[in-house]
């Protein structure tokens, strides 16, 4: 017997809202949050644009209710995953058997490069404090130790699939009836190592980035956190509050074609995307939205695009980067877009995808460029496609 | 010029990782595809070994495959764009 | 449904790569123990190898030659545990960040200091487009892919699965962990680990495949009867309650192990666990330990899981780890590893 897993909770912080409904507005109201560096010290400074969550790491650590001198990567990833627990409201859930599972690409990084600096010139020096929680799995743990989840946590680091995996791994745990509750999405704060990093690899834009367009120039970098908290069906029936949308469909394919680069024919988005439709038992022209991975680099776009054309030839949904709000969160990505997804089935929208002026001249199809409203949404799909050929889709779909 | 193209087979080598030595390397092979069988992270390598070794800033990659085809046409794009002293 | 180990493949500080089964024991003096690593140019394309840092090939070395041994060219998945992924090159890009204040730095040390690079890298050689997941949970990385692929079989999303453990010790992080008190002051033999009653225990690494199957096979090794993890329980009570619990799961009872296996590290603190739970419900077995041979970090279970697969192979206990046991009969192993009282982990292992 087919079991079915819910969404009950989400919660998100991102460079457009700090909670979800700041989160809603501003995608409604097409009011990205990319622009220039504030909090990251760094001499890229004025001349890369990014989008940070616009609040102090002291501003953070308040709302989440643990020091300031940890991580941001660990601290936005309480801020989202409190509000998702919050918002599931689930009322006996000391007696269930929760868990956590996260996802982030650097761990807390951000404090592990301020100390290897002092570190590089006398390895007595660095504070210890500042890399004790350096591993991903460290972050997670704070996190976990303060919302009180112990019965099985666990981090994933696939790139930009990293958070997908996360919950898709959280659905199976439910259905294999080792779970009855998962936080689960991931989390990933601006970090100097991956600012030059992506900068290493020339694919970001010195400009707002604008994907699916085609003059784009590459990605911006963000940051946030984004978490769904799954339930089983048993758990749903108890709520009182209405579930936003199931999960019905996940799947995880390798791209194998080259560590960075995405095939030219898209085969590890498309077998991600078709393992989904064939998990859910949806065919094609039942997805109404898909939330692109869209980061805006010249390869990314074209290998999803390809892989799309191939997929839904003729039938293809209406669909958007919301990369073009929020810059690409990493680690972090997979779990803001469920969430933004949830949130599209609820209230019936479909977001725009801003700053698209010239459609891509290979593709059939161009994305959304103005709000729809008032849309039938029932099957929205949510693509992350990462480094290491690393692709995962998740599907939702209305009750 | 001979002597600037044997320190880039040299300095090629070394920022590759390449288990080869200079002789190895034509002045006229291509670097790329079916040559040398480089590829597009060492494309930025490369970018990189301009700048570090020779002042000279490639701002778009898509230059690239042209200035990099061989080690030849590598040397006289720097012989070309190298800043005066 | 059963869960069969297939195929293994070993790179450790001991001679294991190359299916010795620790026909003697290496020793190592100091608070690190590095792998004993083959001539990867033997292994891994030329090509390939200038991308690939160390902790890369110890990984692809070790999941070629598990592959190998199963016969099995393209997996249906592969899931890899790592908790400080690929260190050298993380430390590489920082320091040339650092030195060169953010300019003129190359991608290469970026690229290959993601987590998840290893297992990438080998789905790039196999061209294998199927699952592939990696986990970076500290003590819990390794049992993490594990279970990730278990789940797999009996989801039937596949019939076999590549699962692997790899961690590094590089010296930047060396110099840090050790500041941080967790080795020991004094230089000591690794096989004098469990005599030398002091704080601190001993560095080590490693890279250890797994090919798991749900289908068997005349030259499986073990069958992997089931795996738990725990996180900080509050009393050793509980740490029993968890074990007992595990064991009641898989339909037997302490008495019907005939080998335990621990993690024991050395480290008088860590130890007590141990101490203890040999004093009450293990109080009938005689423990043996794996970490004076691989040392201490957090994959090590996958050594400990390669070590016990060998032992029901073989149906025999190299002096390597213990000749004391009586080697009647060696069909039920359980592997039991913790760190700090913080990271519990419990495989069962029962001969095919």
């Known amino acids: ?399 | 010029m001979d002597k600037l193209i044997n320190d880039l087979k040299v300095q090629i080598i070394a920022q590759l990782n390449l288990q080869i030595k200079p002789e190895d390397i034509g002045d006229d092979q291509p670097l790329f595809a079916d040559g040398l069988g480089l590829d597009s992270i060492d494309a930025l390598e490369l970018i990189v070994l301009l700048q570090q070794h020779y002042k000279i800033k490639l701002s778009n990659a898509e230059d690239g495959p042209k200035v990099f085809k061989s080690v030849k046409t590598m040397a006289d794009y720097i012989t070309a764009h190298q800043p005066k002293v | 449904m059963k869960i069969y180990i297939r195929a293994t493949g070993n790179i450790s500080p001991q001679k294991t790569f190359g299916h010795q089964f620790l026909t003697e024991s290496l020793e190592h003096t100091g608070d690190r123990l590095t792998c004993v690593e083959p001539d990867y140019k033997d292994i891994i394309d030329v090509k390939l190898i200038r991308r690939m840092s160390r902790i890369i090939k110890m990984g692809v070395a070790s999941a070629i030659e598990c592959l190998k041994e199963s016969g099995v060219a393209i997996p249906d998945a592969i899931t890899t545990g790592t908790a400080y992924g690929c260190l050298e090159d993380t430390g590489v890009f920082l320091t040339k960040m650092v030195e060169h204040n953010e300019e003129l730095l190359t991608p290469t040390a970026f690229i290959q200091s993601t987590h998840n690079t290893i297992g990438a890298q080998i789905a790039l050689m196999l061209q294998c487009h199927n699952y592939n997941n990696a986990f970076v949970h500290r003590g819990f990385s390794f049992e993490s892919a594990l279970l990730d692929g278990m789940m797999l079989l009996l989801e039937k999303e596949a019939n076999n699965v590549l699962v692997g453990g790899i961690d590094e010790i590089t010296n930047i992080s060396h110099t840090i962990l050790k500041r941080m008190g967790l080795y020991k002051r004094e230089a000591i033999s690794n096989l004098d680990l469990f005599t030398t009653n002091s704080k601190g225990t001993i560095a080590g690494e490693g890279a250890a495949f797994f090919l798991l199957t749900n289908q068997s096979s005349v030259n499986d090794y073990a069958v992997l009867d089931g795996i738990h993890t725990f996180y900080k329980p509050a009393t050793i009570k509980e740490t029993e309650q968890q074990i007992l619990s595990f064991l009641s799961a898989q339909s037997i009872n302490v008495g019907d192990i005939d080998l335990i296996i621990t993690g024991r590290n050395g480290d008088s603190r860590n130890d007590e666990v141990y101490d203890q739970l040999q004093k009450s419900i293990f109080t009938t077995h005689r423990l043996i330990n794996y970490k004076h041979l691989c040392g201490e970090y957090p994959t090590s279970t996958a050594f400990a899981l390669w070590t016990a697969a060998n032992i029901i192979k073989t149906a025999s206990i190299p002096t390597a780890i213990s000749n004391e046991i009586s080697k009647n009969k060696l069909k039920k192993i359980l592997i039991y590893n913790q760190y700090q009282n913080i990271h519990h982990s419990l495989l069962l292992l029962s001969a095919c």
């Open chain 1, 1 to 399: 017997m087919k079991s079915t897993v819910f969404v009950a909770g989400i919660g998100a912080i991102s460079a457009i809202g700090n909670n979800v409904a700041e989160c809603l507005t501003a995608l409604e109201n097409e009011a990205a949050g990319i622009g220039d560096i504030h909090h990251l010290q760094t001499v890229h400074r004025n001349k890369l644009p990014v989008a940070e969550v616009k609040l102090t790491n002291e501003e953070l650590a308040l709302k989440a209710g643990l020091s300031s001198t940890i991580s941001r990567t660990a601290l936005l990833s309480m801020v989202a995953a409190k509000e998702a627990l919050d918002d599931a409201a689930i009322e006996n859930i000391s007696s269930l058997r929760t868990g956590f599972i996260s996802a982030n690409s650097v761990g807390g990084m951000d404090k592990s490069e301020d100390f290897f600096a002092e570190f590089l010139a006398n390895n007595t020096k660095g504070k210890l404090r500042n890399v004790v929680n350096h591993e991903c799995g460290a972050v997670t743990e704070l996190v976990s130790d303060k919302l009180g989840i112990k019965n099985y946590i666990t981090t994933i680091s696939t790139a930009c699939s990293s958070s997908a995996n996360a919950i898709f791994l959280a659905a199976r745990l439910i259905k294999q009836n080792m779970l009855d509750v998962v936080v689960a999405g991931g989390t990933d704060a601006l970090t100097k190592f991956t600012l030059n990093g992506f900068n290493t690899l020339m694919i970001l834009d010195q400009q707002l980035c604008k994907p699916f367009d085609e003059n784009r120039k590459g990605l911006n970098l963000g940051e946030g956190a984004g978490y769904v908290v799954l339930v089983s069906e048993k758990v749903a029936a108890s709520l009182k509050k209405d579930v936003y949308c199931e999960l019905s469909g996940y799947a995880n394919a390798n791209d194998a074609y080259h560590q960075t680069a995405s095939s030219p024919e898209g085969t590890g988005s498309f077998l991600a995307m078709t393992g989904a439709l064939e998990k859910s038992g949806l065919q094609p022209s039942d997805i109404d939205y898909i939330n692109l991975h869209g980061t805006g680099t010249q390869n990314n776009d074209i290998a999803e695009g390809t892989a799309i054309k191939r997929l839904f030839a003729d039938h293809y949904p209406k669909m958007s980067s919301t990369k073009s709000f929020t810059g690409h969160t990493l680690g972090a990505c997979g779990g803001l877009e469920a969430v933004f997804s949830a949130l599209a089935i609820k209230h019936s929208i479909i977001y725009p995808n801003l700053r698209l002026e010239t459609p891509m001249v290979d593709l059939p199809f161009v994305p959304e460029r103005k709000l729809v409203k008032n849309v039938p949404v029932k099957n929205v799909m949510s693509n992350s496609f990462g480094f290491g050929g690393n692709c995962s889709s998740l599907i939702f779909s209305k009750l």
